[in-house]
């Protein structure tokens, strides 16, 4: 076992603590630095798995995700995304593939579960795009704090527990619109929907 | 430039990985060529890490680091990844090399149509795409259930407007619409067809509930 680094509590700044030891890991395979990264997303890593339903399943998620960590570190751009989103995409693509195994047959997948899940972007390395994701992740992080009890309730259950809009009225026992204007109304304080769009 | 996009609710069950294959196929094609949507996708997966860091840690126990190095260890294919491996297009992946010599059926008048609902085993929709030719009128048609429909070649137009490559439709009972075809190309559109009806049995191989 290595020993632990003493970590920030909360990440901030343009690089933030967690995305600083990713690229360590990437850059120069750092064991120390990829524990400590397993000490503080192992335990949140766990949490998700057992939410959606893998609870027998949930060591196995989180070991899938770390050997993938490990795997792609050297693809890790801390200027496109920061550690806590591109590992949370990780977890994401490495639950749909464990599922979608599961209840496989023996007809063979014609696509993988990364050319759904996985998105390519042709302007990805323009400076505008990832100065706006940067932000974005400090904006979310910052404003999530403000939105009340009942949108953070539903905005919980679609991404932890994996449950459609439907799911969630019928499980909160709300009407399907409640469900959406409430979406809606966080999204915006958000500042996910930019700008209006055709819905 | 795409005109017509999935709504942020779409894309907020995109990024938190709950749509079914074939309509996650759908969203991954028009991100694919709209930086519009995939910068909400980002934020949102930004919300999704930061759901995630808010909610309750379970413990895990500190042998399973020592089993993730030891399987890194003994294992020549899991070495860190120098460069990312060219690929194919999604499409090319799904459907081979030219989309317009597929096997396609000849249907009604200038409407050719080709189901590959096999291509996505365990899910309960029908996928299938149409060809229009070009400057061709489909018949008048309303939907069963919601049919959520991606332009991949061409371009059409109905009352609703005019729908570019890679432009995202969602129709559902309510929409009678009666497509045309625009400009030089036949219009080719995938489209997935939700099942009105919920099943019971989860990974039964579903009869198709539709009739086209």
């Known amino acids: 076992m290595t020993t632990l680094d003493q970590q920030p509590a909360r990440a901030e700044g343009r690089k933030d603590p ?16 990829y524990h400590s990264l397993f000490e503080h997303f192992a335990p ?30 050297s693809l890790y751009d801390w200027q496109k995304a920061a550690a806590s989103t591109w590992i949370f995409t990780i977890a994401r693509n490495q639950r749909i593939d464990m599922l979608r195994k599961m209840r496989r047959t023996s007809v063979e997948m014609a696509v993988e579960t990364e050319d759904l899940w996985q998105i390519p972007g042709e302007d990805d390395n323009q400076p505008v795009t990832s100065l706006h994701r ?13 939105l009340p009890e009942d949108q953070i309730t539903v905005i919980a259950k679609v991404y932890m527990e994996q449950k459609s809009h439907q799911m969630v009225a019928d499980e909160l026992n709300i009407p399907l619109g409640t469900v959406k204007s409430r979406v809606r109304l966080a999204l915006s304080k958000l500042k996910v929907i930019l700008q209006d769009q055709n819905v | 430039m795409t005109r017509h996009h999935p709504d942020s609710l779409s894309l907020m069950e995109y990024s938190a990985g709950n749509l079914s294959e074939p309509h996650a196929l759908c969203i991954r094609l028009h991100l694919d060529k709209c930086s519009h949507c995939r910068h909400q996708v980002d934020t949102l997966d930004s919300l999704g890490a930061v759901m995630m860091e808010q909610q309750p840690k379970v413990s895990v126990s500190g042998a399973m680091f020592d089993d993730i190095l030891a399987r890194i ?24 090399e030219d989309i317009n010599n597929l096997p396609w059926k000849r249907q009604l008048g200038d409407v050719s149509v080709l189901d590959i609902t096999e291509k996505f ?90 009739i086209r």
Request: proline share 5%; charged share 20%.
């Open chain 1, 134 to 146: 940067l932000m974005s992740e400090r904006r979310v992080r910052e404003s999530l704090s403000q």
């Open chain 1, 18 to 33: 967690w995305s600083q030891l990713l690229v360590k890991v990437g850059k120069s395979q750092d064991r120390q630095a």
């Open chain 2, 121 to 210: 085993p365990g899910q309960n929709e029908q996928v299938v795409l149409q060809k229009l030719v070009a400057g061709g009128k489909a018949p008048a048609h309303t939907h069963r259930g919601t049919e959520t429909t991606i332009v991949l070649q061409g371009m059409f137009s109905d009352q609703k407007g005019v729908f570019n490559q890679w432009d995202f439709v969602v129709l559902n009972e309510q929409d009678e619409h009666k497509p045309i075809a625009l400009g030089s190309d036949d219009c080719i559109t995938l489209s997935v067809l939700s099942a009105p009806l919920k099943l019971t049995g989860t990974f039964t191989r579903l009869l198709n509930p539709f």
């Open chain 1, 44 to 73: 949140q890593l766990k949490y998700y798995a057992m939410a959606n339903g893998m609870a027998s399943h949930a060591d196995e998620l989180v070991q899938e995700v770390f050997v993938s960590i490990w795997r792609k570190a």
């Open chain 2, 73 to 96: 260890d003994s294992s020549p294919e899991l070495k860190p990844q120098a460069t990312v491996q060219p690929k194919t297009s999604l499409l090319q992946k799904l459907l081979g």
